[in-house]
T-cell receptor, first 117, second 112 residues
């Protein structure tokens, strides 16, 4: 069975601190995709990054970076020098092919990040 | 390009009633999926439609149903509402060959 675990329910940091959001996944598929989405108070989930299972390169985008390690089935997300605008709920997700050849998403329960001024 | 539009934004219903939520995907997107979000449960997959056909279904009771029209707009219906159905219902669309989902702002349903 596929599963995504975000053990951190809520994290509070002070502005300019670095923070890492953890994501651990389970899947038997050899081909799959991992995602991070951000949900601000407006409710709309916003796509941040996608990684496929064959690409373990870490990625950096501005203050955001992602560490994908297949050996530990983890796909962690780090925000450097956090800002108040980073306050949101962050979801990690896993998608893989179903038997009908379509994608199916499994989301984690989310981590609420509060960045205090 | 307009984003995913969900209506209404808020709904208040009482137990036993039924409700219909609407979702208009991004132009050109033929896949529409629905999720239920509740505190502590995260996003639970309800179903996905593609070209008016249900392709995938989550583990929800038959009170939850959906459909998709020829213009890719989708509706979901919940009959015989229960208190536990109170949640944010999110719709997402995706384009051809695209694994990334584009979400609407959701419909906040409160069942009293």
């Amino acid at each position: 069975a596929q599963k995504v675990t975000q053990a951190q329910t809520e994290i509070s940091v002070v502005e300019k601190e670095d923070v890492t959001l953890d994501c651990v996944y389970e899947t038997r598929d050899t081909t799959y995709y991992l995602f991070w989405y951000k949900q601000p108070p407006s409710g709309e989930l916003v796509f941040l990054i996608r990684r496929n299972s064959f690409d373990e390169q870490n990625e950096i985008s501005g203050r955001y970076s992602w560490n994908f390690q297949k050996s530990t089935s983890s796909f962690n997300f780090t925000i450097t020098a956090s800002q108040v605008v980073d306050s949101a709920v962050y979801f990690c997700a896993l998608s893989g092919y179903t038997t009908s050849g379509t994608y199916k998403y499994i989301f984690g329960t989310g981590t609420r990040l509060k960045v205090l001024a | 390009k307009a984003g995913v539009t969900q209506t209404p934004r808020y709904l208040i219903k009482t137990r036993g009633q039924q409700v219909t939520l609407s979702c208009s995907p991004i132009s050109g997107h033929r896949s529409v999926s629905w999720y239920q979000q509740t505190p502590g449960q995260g996003l639970q997959f309800l179903f996905e439609y593609f070209s008016e056909t249900q392709r995938n279904k989550g583990n929800f009771p038959g009170r939850f149903s959906g459909r998709q029209f020829s213009n890719s707009r989708s509706e979901m219906n919940v009959s015989t509402l229960e208190l536990g159905d109170s949640a944010l219902y999110l719709c997402a669309s995706s384009g051809p060959g695209e694994e990334k989902l584009f979400f609407g702002s959701g419909t906040q349903l409160s069942v009293l």
